[in-house]
């Protein structure tokens, strides 16, 4: 798996690539959690090009959403497609986390 960071100003843009599983969720925890340590605002993780996620990748984004909650800053995923959107919508982490269509409604109103 790969990840790009890219900082917005109010957010903290995280762009998976390849399979998010066990072997992989370490990293993309240590990516969350510098996110969430150095960043003051919002954090928004594109799976747009991501193949498939596996429980351990859910567990780090509600790990993510609730450190969030409690600082009042919001976590959104936008690009979920193929089996990505199944597990969510599996799982019913599509009424837990953000989940917006596309990167511009993922940014809006985050500055």
Do not use: C, H, W, Y
Not at 73 to 79: D, I, K, N
């Amino acid at each position: 798996m790969q990840i790009e960071v890219e900082e917005l100003g109010a957010a903290t843009v995280l762009r998976l690539q390849g399979k998010l599983d066990s072997s992989t969720s370490t990293e993309f925890e240590a990516a969350v959690g510098d996110a969430v340590e150095n960043g003051s605002g919002g954090v928004i993780v594109d799976l747009g090009q991501l193949q498939f996620m596996a429980s351990a990748g859910l567990r780090v984004l509600l790990g993510a959403v609730k450190r969030l909650t409690r600082e009042n800053r919001p976590l959104r995923v936008f690009g979920l497609n193929g089996l990505v959107r199944d597990t969510f919508e599996i799982s019913g982490f599509v009424s837990i986390i953000d989940v917006r269509p596309n990167e511009a409604e993922a940014r809006e109103g985050l500055g």
